[in-house]
């Protein structure tokens, strides 16, 4: 029973990842359409479009937060291994594990104040003030959101590299070999 729930919430959070990696792909062709009709406008018309500086602010939030799960993931977020690499895997692995944690708490606060944020932003309809006034609520939760799951796939990777770690100091093999 452990096990199906175990695997069923995995494969909902890599669907979930995933899902993150298409809406931020769509935000991101939304933000160079904009741009280069906004670019076309105010060069050929001499007439920009209004409200596009701030809608690209808000898109590359939601680009930003909306795809951090899919960078844990994919493992593409950027980290600085100069000292990690030297150590011998098992090491290695705690090192992740830790950076891991620190990161579940750091977006775990963020998700919280966030939440918070974007609640109160929310009851009261605050929006972004300029030529056109854009809610600034539905961005905030999209942070919430995002650091949320960001933390969910921290947690799933901190689990995994200790569940590695154990069965390395349960049967006495190398990391490539518990990977295998």
Not at 1 to 11: G, H
Not at 67 to 86: H, T
Not at 109 to 127: F, K, M, N, P, Q
Not at 144 to 154: D, H, K, N, P, R
Request: glycine share 6%.
């Amino acid at each position: 029973m452990r096990k199906s729930i175990s695997k069923f919430s995995m494969e909902c959070l890599a669907r979930i990842e995933f899902l993150s990696y298409a809406l931020a792909s769509v935000v991101l062709l939304f933000m160079i359409a904009a741009s280069t009709v906004d670019v076309l406008m105010r060069d050929l018309l001499n007439s920009p479009l209004p409200g596009v500086v701030e809608l690209q602010i808000m898109c590359i939030i939601i680009f930003v937060y909306i795809g951090l799960p899919y960078v844990q993931a994919s493992k593409s977020n950027i980290c600085l291994d100069l000292l990690v690499d030297r150590l011998k895997p098992s090491l290695q692995i705690a090192a992740q594990a830790f950076g891991y944690i620190i990161c579940m708490i750091s977006f775990g606060i963020l998700c919280w104040r966030s939440g918070v944020d974007a609640y109160r932003s929310t009851v009261i309809h605050e929006y972004v003030q300029g030529l056109i006034n854009y809610p600034i609520y539905p961005v905030k939760w999209v942070i919430t959101v995002g650091s949320g799951f960001f933390v969910m796939s921290c947690l799933r990777d901190t689990v995994i590299g200790l569940d590695k770690l154990r069965r390395m100091h349960k049967s006495g093999v190398t990391a490539k070999e518990v990977a295998e």
